[in-house]
């Protein structure tokens, strides 16, 4: 975790631009700065040595355009800083969305991934209008200071460089410390909302088993476990605190003692021994601030590195069309194993199979047997570990193209029900994919019709509306090749009868692949495949019912 | 609901610190004891540099060197007692507010939730309770130590100059006080159009990343990040319209903090010129005014911080005001005891007052031993008959009786412990195989879960699973097939043996 990722610049122009300006107005700051401390220690010393308001009249009117001048530099310094985080965060927000989705689904944590650009990214906020600027003048200024001390009191100059140095090195030392301990809270504090999301979603079945107030505890126990280990880290982590302020006023008390001393020896000029004073704090200013943004700013940058880290991720190789071969005639696998991480057992291991154009395939066999893999393996979702496919040759894209699919669950998406049915199919004829699905019907029910928002993950719908949703989605994509996924499961018999007629209808014409456990869905096919621990074997529909 | 609502969320999070307030009084003391420090010092030291100047005698100066260099050591332990004490309350406050907010959440479940999108609850309980933690280190503390510093400050100044005083005074409440607040209110507007903005973009992130299989399936991937950038495109205008606004008070505070020293500086040198005031005191008043600023600058930001609480405190006090579904019983009978007879006479239900009727004019009775299939199509009140039995939900109309008493005379987890339920898609807690099954029954040795899943059918997979029991399900089941998954699901409600 460096302060300044070379990543994030690489990835971000607005960032980069930001860098030039901060450091311009760090320049314009530390001058105006400088400025008023000469001119105050010019009016303090001549109101010391006598002179009048009236004499004193250009340095007072100075005085007041400098305070303009640095009003208006903090004006903008601020507002380009939170334009250029605004910049930042939204291309890193959208960057990370389009490439977790190209690196296929299910290789990312969704919910993680969520918190991440949102909430996550927000920290960033901080990092750009607080630490960088600070930064930018923790080097400036302290430089000037130095140079402008020393051309008037060389031994303060030397305590100040002295002492100056020496914040660094303890803030970098106390980063080192806590570096590993901040980024392990970072994941924690993530782990913590993922699980009171979880309790919270799963309230109504921890209220059937009479478990919802036995969660008030661990929520508890979790939250105190969180709040002890971030305390400790916390007591570290502020030590920075502890040593920066420590430093810095005890170098502006030396300062003040030594040159206080001096003056009284008549060493130097009472104007020289304020302009030194009021300077020495200006010196300390900057990198005590950096210090103070320093814990919070981190955490922006720890949540950037997450997300250049998914960006990272290489994403999988298109390979280059080649003959244009109809989709329905690549449909074959041979030998092809997929294996699961931290599963001994193949989820498909060695399966040869060609589905024949125009040919209705049913596969059955129990949970988890890999029925499901199989289809994914159709939809490339997951790319075998081992054997050939037919379809290997053309870019996913242009695959999927061909394909209808009508998963478990489907994923119902905030926006209208014709929205949702459109999803494959832009131009689709939204009424007539609801009515070829069975869908027609309670869909004029409500109160827009097909244009009702249908709420979050179909909020709004019982499984069987949001299944025949599913089914009107599959008509409107009016593909080659249909991949079914437990079509009836989950649905009382009212609704499985309806959705059952729906998805024969879908079925003529079309090449199709049906996984299932329930063996009457053999009845609508024209060959039968078993499928047990991720091993195939097809057989004719005669040898199934003999 | 609006007039509870109305009764100022903020205090009501505060009040959730009262039992710690002697520590909060700690930090805050630590706080002011900081910044007064720093002001101390400087005025202190511009005292040393001007009575230096008269040229006394060395033993003039000792008392005021020994304060200069304890100033400048003092100050860096105060700061970190009053970081430590401070982050410790907020996080004891936090935890209280997440235990609460839980508590009335899991009172009002699952019937309650129905105004809740899950993304919004995402948003609401992750952000909104931790934003209490900032409610308390970043709003409360600086304001309390802000104040007393401050009105130190100015005493000590008033013995020197008053209207320098009064100036200083001034000034420190324009740059504290109403700086700060103006921002607030120019923000705000936006503030309100970025928070349905931010929703939509949650939304729309979340879709696009929990959605993902369906999306790439259908081509539509492009058209989601689409939806993803343009909602991103709102959130970021808005973002760099209130960036502005926000600026405007960081230019607005460095121009009210020179004007006052400037003013403070003309105040002093014509103070110095009447008689009034002493060369000596002029140096200790200026330095002391330009020092003072130190005192509110944290306050714009405080200010900032509060007012983002104060949206999120209103989201929680929405939650800990929603009216309960149900009635709880202040005196509830005894537990049920078996076996058990339930009847429905009469019995309507809905689930907003002046919503349609979910079920109306119900009369069933479930009798030891019978068993009652209830049939219809979807929508037609299934669900809700199972909430009102199981207490999710209370009847309108009608009376639900349990062994001849009315069902809300029980504890509502007494009746649950005599009707079983089988939620129509159950939650899988993010957890291993063995905690999900164990729902039902916190004791269950292996032996007994491998018994209820081989009654489930679910023995074999589970055997064949190279962790058993402690295979992690991922969140929602997501590790899992879908078969299994259901299996594992619906496996749960098998444990109780209800009537």
Not at chain 1, 304 to 331: I, K, Q, S, W, Y
Request: net charge positive; glycine share 8%.
């Amino acid at each position: 975790m460096k302060p300044v990722d070379p990543r994030l610049w690489r990835e971000a122009g607005a960032a980069r631009a930001f860098l030039v300006g901060t450091s311009v107005l760090g320049g314009v700051t530390t001058a105006l700065v400088l400025a008023q401390a000469v001119l105050l220690a010019d009016v303090l010393a001549g109101a010391f040595a006598g002179r009048t308001v009236g004499a004193l009249g250009p340095a007072l009117a100075a005085l007041a355009v400098v305070v303009a001048a640095r009003s208006a530099s903090a004006w903008a310094g601020e507002t380009l800083a939170l334009r250029a985080a605004a910049s930042v965060k939204s291309r890193l927000r959208v960057r990370l969305v389009d490439h977790a989705l190209r690196l296929g689904p299910g290789t990312a944590a969704e919910g993680e991934l969520t918190v991440l650009a949102t909430r996550g990214l927000d920290a960033l906020d901080a990092y750009f209008s607080r630490y960088l600027p600070q930064l930018v003048l923790a080097v400036v200024a302290p430089c000037a200071v130095l140079v402008v001390v020393g051309g008037t009191d060389v031994l303060s100059a030397v305590v100040i460089a002295v002492t100056l140095p020496l914040i660094p090195v303890f803030m970098i030392l106390v980063g080192l410390h806590t570096r590993a301990r901040t980024e392990r809270q970072w994941a924690l504090l993530e782990r913590l909302g993922g699980h009171f999301l979880d309790v919270v979603q799963g309230l109504p079945t921890l209220k059937v088993f009479g478990r919802a107030r036995a969660q008030a505890a661990v929520i508890r126990d979790v939250t105190d476990a969180h709040r002890r280990a971030t305390m400790r880290t916390l007591r570290v982590a502020f030590l920075s605190a502890l040593v920066l302020e420590l430093l810095a006023t005890l170098a502006v008390a030396l300062v003040a003692v030594q040159i206080g001393l001096r003056l009284l020896d008549g060493g130097v000029s009472y104007e020289t021994a304020l302009l030194v004073l009021i300077l020495a704090p200006e010196a300390y200013l900057p990198l005590r601030r950096v210090g103070e943004h320093f814990h919070a700013s981190m955490e922006g940058v720890t949540a950037a590195g997450r997300v250049l880290d998914v960006l990272a991720t290489p994403l999988p190789a298109v390979p280059e069309t080649r003959a244009r071969v109809p989709a329905a005639e690549r449909m074959r696998l041979e030998d092809v194993t997929v294996r699961r991480p931290g599963r001994d057992r193949p989820a498909l291991d060695a399966v040869t199979l060609t589905v024949r154009p125009g040919e209705r395939l049913v596969v059955v066999g129990p949970s988890g047997a890999g029925k499901s893999t199989l289809l994914s393996v159709f939809l490339r979702f997951t790319e075998p570990a081992e054997g050939r496919t037919g379809f290997a040759d053309v870019p996913p894209d242009e695959w999927r193209r061909s394909i209808a699919w009508v998963p478990q669950n489907p994923h119902l998406f905030a926006g209208t029900v014709a929205e949702n049915v459109r999803l494959g199919a832009p131009d689709a004829d939204v009424p007539r994919a609801l009515r070829l699905a069975g869908a027609a019907e309670f869909v004029a029910a409500l109160p827009q019709g097909a244009d009702t928002p249908i709420g979050e993950r179909g909020a709004r719908l019982s499984s069987g509306q949001r299944q025949r949703i599913a089914l009107a989605r599959a008509f409107a994509r009016d593909a080659p090749i249909l991949l079914l996924d437990e079509p009836t499961a989950h649905l009382d018999a009212a609704s499985a009868a309806v959705v059952r007629t729906a998805v024969e209808r879908l079925m003529e014409g079309r090449t199709v692949v049906l996984v299932t456990h329930d063996h009457a869905w053999t009845r609508a096919a024209d060959r039968i495949a078993k499928i047990a621990d991720g091993r195939l074997t097809v057989r004719a529909p005669q040898a199934m019912w003999s | 609901m609006t007039a509870a609502m109305r009764r100022a969320p903020l205090p009501r999070l505060l009040a959730f610190a009262c039992p710690l307030r002697a520590g909060l009084l700690v930090a805050a003391l630590a706080g002011a004891a900081t910044t007064a420090a720093g002001v101390a010092l400087l005025g202190t030291s511009g005292y040393l540099i001007a009575r230096a100047a008269e040229h006394p005698s060395v033993t003039a100066l000792a008392v005021v060197v020994v304060t200069v260099r304890a100033l400048g050591i003092g100050r860096g332990v105060l700061r970190y007692a009053e970081r430590l004490k401070g982050h410790d309350v907020a996080f004891r406050v936090l935890g209280d507010v997440r235990v609460r907010l839980y508590e009335r959440l899991a009172a009002i479940a699952p019937a309650g939730l129905r105004a809740f999108r899950s993304g919004d609850l995402l948003a609401r309980l992750v952000t909104d309770v931790d934003a209490v933690q900032d409610l308390f280190v970043r709003g409360v503390l600086p304001y309390t130590a802000a104040v007393l510093a401050g009105a130190g400050t100015v005493t000590a100044c008033a013995f020197l100059l008053a209207p320098a005083a009064g100036a200083l005074a001034a000034g420190l409440l324009v740059a504290g006080a109403v700086v700060p607040v103006l921002t607030c209110v120019i923000v705000r507007r936006s503030a309100v159009r970025g928070a349905a903005a931010r929703g939509t973009l949650t939304l729309r992130i979340a879709d696009a990343l929990v959605g993902a299989r369906d999306l790439v399936a259908f081509g539509a991937r492009d058209a989601a990040v689409g939806a993803v950038r343009a909602a991103d495109a709102v959130a970021a205008a808005g973002e760099r319209r209130a960036a502005v606004a926000s600026a405007l008070g960081a230019g607005l505070g460095t121009a009210v903090s020179g004007l006052t020293v400037w003013a403070v500086l003309l105040l002093g040198v014509g103070a110095v010129r009447d008689g009034t005031l002493d060369s000596v005191s002029l140096a200790v008043l200026v330095l002391t005014a330009l020092a003072a600023f130190e005192v509110v600058a944290p306050l714009p930001a405080a200010t900032a911080r509060l007012a983002e609480t104060a949206a999120g405190a209103r989201r929680i006090a929405a939650v800990l005001d929603a009216p309960d579904p149900i009635r709880i019983p202040a005196r509830p009978l005894p537990a049920p005891s078996r076996p058990v007879t339930v009847r429905m006479r009469g019995v309507g239900a809905r689930y907003e007052p002046d919503g349609p009727w979910a079920v109306r004019g119900l009369d069933l009775e479930f009798v030891p031993g019978r068993r009652v299939a209830l049939v219809g199509p979807s929508g037609s009140g299934k669900s809700t008959v199972a909430a009102l039995l199981l207490r999710f939900l209370d009847a309108d109309e009608g009376a639900i009786t349990v062994n001849g008493h009315d069902i809300a005379a029980y504890e509502p987890d007494d009746v649950r412990r005599v009707i079983g339920g089988c939620p129509q898609d159950p939650h899988l807690f993010d957890s291993t195989i063995r905690e999900n099954l164990r729902l039902a029954r916190s004791g269950a040795t292996d032996a007994e879960l491998l018994d209820a899943a081989d009654a489930a059918r679910l023995l074999p997979w589970i055997a064949a699973l190279p962790e058993g029991l402690d295979t992690p399900v991922g969140a929602h089941g997501t590790a899992l097939s879908g078969g299994s998954g259901a299996g594992s699901r619906s496996h749960a409600p098998c444990w109780p043996t209800p009537p």
